[in-house]
């Protein structure tokens, strides 16, 4: 089985990362290869918000350049939730432009 390769897209910050997420980025494309999808790593580091972990270098979001089914993210959820374990959080959800993306954090 392709154990799957971590793309970047352009403008992607990684220089303030959390060693933790070193962890994510080895497991989170293996997951979405699983399911028969690559792994782009979308956004790392930026300003943080009241809900969100990457101003502080603990959150990264992954995208596909294929069409990822609703089900089908569940699944990636679902499977990279369960190779990095209980300290981390990991959500196939929407962001506010209506794309669906994978937030794993490392939050124990």
């Not at 809900?51 to 502080?56: I, K, V």
Request: aromatic share 12%; proline share 5%; glycine share 8%.
């Amino acid at each position: 089985m392709d154990e799957g390769s971590l793309k970047i897209a352009a403008g992607v910050d990684r220089r303030v990362l959390a060693p933790q997420m070193a962890l994510v980025e080895q497991e989170a494309p293996r997951s979405f290869a699983k399911y028969g999808h690559d792994c782009w790593m979308t956004s790392a580091f930026r300003p943080a918000s009241e809900t969100s972990l990457h101003g502080f270098g603990f959150a990264e979001d992954f995208d596909s350049s294929t069409n990822v089914a609703y089900g089908v993210g569940k699944k990636i959820e679902k499977d990279l939730q369960r190779k990095l374990g209980p300290q981390y959080q990991v959500i196939w959800h929407k962001t506010k432009s209506g794309a669906w993306h994978i937030h794993a954090e490392f939050d124990p």
